[in-house]
Nanobody, 125 residues
Framework: VQLQASGGGLVQAGGSLRLSCAAS????????MGWFRQAPGKEREFVAA????????YYSNSVKGRFTISRDNAKETVWLQMNSLKPEDTAVYYC???????????????????WGQGTLVTVSS
C-alpha cells in the first residue's frame, strides 16, 4: 500500500484547509485510515481516524468539532477537512492506514502499517 498526502499550506488563524490522502496498491486489506501530526519539537500525535467495517470516526479532543475525516471509497481517498484553524495546529500531517483495528488501537500510531510522506500545515496568528 502506498499513501500520497497533499493539501497542506499556509493559512491564517480561523481559516480552513482540506488534506487528502490517496491510497494505491493492495488497498483491499485496509481496515482503518487516520491522520496524525507532528509539530516541531513534539512527538507525533493522533488527530482523526475512520474504521471501515462500521464507519466509526475518532477524533482527538483538540480537533473535535473543527476537523472532519471522510473517505471516498471509489477514489480510495481519505480527506481531513480542517476548519477554524489555530496556530497550535501547525504541524506536519501524516496519513496512515492499518488493518481491522480494535477501538483501543485506533488512536495509536504503532498499530498503523502504512504511512504517507507528510504534508506541512502552517497556521499564522
Amino acid at each position: 500500500v502506498q499513501l500520497q498526502a497533499s493539501g497542506g499550506g499556509l493559512v491564517q488563524a480561523g481559516g480552513s484547509l482540506r488534506l487528502s490522502c490517496a491510497a494505491s496498491g493492495r488497498t483491499s486489506g485496509i481496515g482503518a485510515m487516520g491522520w496524525f501530526r507532528q509539530a516541531p519539537g513534539k512527538e507525533r500525535e493522533f488527530v482523526a481516524a475512520r474504521r471501515e467495517r462500521d464507519k466509526m470516526l475518532y477524533y482527538s479532543n483538540s480537533v473535535k468539532g473543527r476537523f472532519t475525516i471522510s473517505r471516498d471509497n471509489a477514489k480510495e481517498t481519505v480527506w481531513l477537512q480542517m476548519n477554524s484553524l489555530k496556530p497550535e495546529d501547525t504541524a506536519v500531517y501524516y496519513c496512515a492506514a492499518g488493518g481491522n483495528l480494535i477501538t483501543s488501537s485506533m488512536r495509536h500510531d504503532r498499530y498503523y502499517d502504512y504511512w504517507g510522506q507528510g504534508t506541512l500545515v502552517t497556521v499564522s496568528s
